[in-house]
């Protein structure tokens, strides 16, 4: 069973709150689940298809803190119908939601999606990745209103303002910068009710940065100041401020969690990307 690296924390600041977490089930939708469990927080999360790592990630928040409670839900978000009932089973499980964080996305580098055409990858990006976070979000974000203190951060992607070449690059450019904007518009027409934040991450070593050839090994590196790969730890633990109460006068920004990214670090690839 997975570790964490925990980053510090108020330990009490989210006691009581309900917070949603989608795409929980490994990577960095499951150390966001542990650093908000951390501090308190009940849970609703959420899966596609990967039962047997949303419980993982259920019994380690529980671990944590004994105190809080833990629902699961398992829905496909490619489909409208499964993103409403989605929204109506996070809402009703205690009439009220303090926290959304919309970490869900579809995996077209690895396992049989990388296999797809790049049309058809785009297309599954598009639907889950941007229509799916901005209809949560309208839905859930319209019945957090009633909701004093309540909190929505989206994921975006730090070079989406940049670009970066190949196909992945252009997809992830499309996907992300769109829910960079989104989240800004939301975030005026949510407030003062409730805030709007989107992260950005860098280069975050998940399952795809673990395996990943030496090119992309030595990018990653050569892209942050700080000359390291990011961790999953490293962006929950800024989206656990941006929920916090400690970070209440922080609304409608965009947070690059990515070391600073450095602009002249990288070169062109000659041959196509994998």
């Given at each position: 069973?997975?570790?964490?690296?925990?980053h510090?924390?108020?330990?009490?600041?989210?006691?009581?709150?309900?917070?949603?977490?989608?795409g929980?089930a490994s990577?960095?939708?499951?150390?966001i689940?542990?650093?908000?469990?951390?501090?308190?927080?009940?849970?609703?999360l959420?899966?596609?298809?990967?039962d047997h790592?949303?419980?993982?990630?259920?019994?380690?928040?529980?671990?944590l803190d004994?105190?809080?409670?833990?629902?699961?839900?398992q829905?496909?978000?490619?489909?409208p119908?499964q993103?409403?009932?989605?929204?109506?089973?996070?809402?009703?499980?205690?009439?009220?939601?303090?926290?959304?964080v919309n970490?869900?996305?579809?995996?077209?580098?690895?396992?049989?999606?990388?296999?797809?055409?790049?049309?058809?990858?785009?297309?599954?990006?598009?639907?889950?990745?941007?229509?799916?976070?901005?209809r949560?979000?309208?839905?859930?974000?319209?019945?957090?209103r009633?909701?004093?203190?309540?909190?929505?951060?989206?994921?975006?992607?730090d070079?989406?303002?940049?670009?970066?070449?190949?196909?992945?690059?252009e997809?992830?450019?499309?996907?992300?910068?769109?829910?960079?904007?989104?989240s800004?518009?939301?975030?005026r027409?949510?407030?003062?009710?409730?805030r709007?934040?989107?992260?950005?991450?860098?280069?975050?070593?998940?399952a795809w940065?673990?395996?990943?050839?030496?090119y992309w090994?030595?990018r990653?590196?050569?892209?942050?100041?700080?000359g390291?790969?990011?961790?999953?730890?490293?962006?929950?633990?800024?989206?656990?401020?941006?929920?916090?109460?400690?970070?209440?006068?922080?609304?409608g920004?965009?947070i690059?969690?990515?070391?600073?990214?450095?602009h002249?670090?990288?070169?062109?690839?000659?041959?196509?990307?994998a």
């Amino acid at each position: 069973m997975e570790t964490s690296r925990a980053h510090p924390t108020n330990e009490a600041a989210l006691r009581g709150k309900i917070a949603v977490v989608t795409g929980a089930a490994s990577g960095i939708g499951r150390a966001i689940a542990l650093d908000l469990a951390r501090q308190g927080a009940s849970l609703v999360l959420h899966t596609r298809s990967n039962d047997h790592g949303l419980r993982e990630t259920a019994n380690l928040a529980q671990e944590l803190d004994s105190q809080i409670d833990v629902k699961l839900v398992q829905e496909d978000f490619t489909d409208p119908s499964q993103q409403d009932r989605f929204c109506d089973e996070a809402w009703n499980w205690a009439n009220r939601l303090d926290i959304l964080v919309n970490n869900a996305g579809v995996d077209v580098l690895t396992g049989d999606a990388a296999k797809l055409s790049f049309e058809e990858k785009l297309e599954l990006v598009y639907r889950v990745d941007v229509v799916s976070t901005i209809r949560i979000s309208r839905n859930l974000g319209a019945r957090m209103r009633s909701v004093p203190g309540s909190s929505i951060v989206n994921i975006g992607w730090d070079q989406a303002a940049h670009g970066m070449e190949g196909d992945s690059g252009e997809m992830f450019a499309m996907s992300k910068g769109a829910i960079m904007a989104f989240s800004k518009s939301l975030a005026r027409s949510l407030a003062p009710e409730v805030r709007v934040n989107c992260v950005a991450p860098g280069w975050i070593q998940t399952a795809w940065g673990e395996g990943t050839s030496d090119y992309w090994q030595s990018r990653a590196t050569r892209e942050s100041l700080v000359g390291t790969w990011g961790t999953p730890e490293d962006v929950a633990a800024t989206i656990g401020f941006l929920v916090s109460p400690a970070a209440r006068f922080v609304n409608g920004q965009t947070i690059a969690v990515n070391g600073g990214f450095n602009h002249g670090g990288h070169s062109a690839r000659t041959d196509k990307e994998a």
